[in-house]
């Protein structure tokens, strides 16, 4: 992921932190247990990075509003918003990009497949 390898290299963080904080720039309020799930990590080496993103005061940790309010839920701190703003603004303009390159067809195309996986 070319906007994790960015975000790495600008911020002095490890690959799999820059996941985590884009990860959690577009699913807000993930608990630690999906979060691992779905970056395809383990507890501990989950728990080392988000300590450290934590300690950045990039991320902040919430109670659940539903359920068990042990459950805690991630968020990127403003701070966090500002380190992945340059790479969000780059996807988008490469989705832009591609999107204008492979004409309306694909785009109702891409459209069309998407919405039949929801």
Known sequence: ?????????????????????????????????????????TTPTLARILGDLDQRGLIERRQSDHGDRRTRCLFLSHEGKR???PA????????????????????????AVLEALI
């Open 88 to 111: 969000t603004l780059a996807m988008r303009d490469s989705l832009r990009s591609a999107y204008r390159a492979a004409g309306s067809g694909a785009v109702s195309g891409v459209r």
């Open 83 to 85: 380190v992945t703003d």
């Open 1 to 41: 992921m070319k906007a994790a390898s960015e975000i790495s290299r600008d911020f002095d963080l490890p690959q799999l932190a820059a996941r985590v904080l884009i990860t959690i720039r577009f699913q807000p309020g993930q608990t630690v247990t999906g979060l691992r799930d779905q970056l395809d990590t």
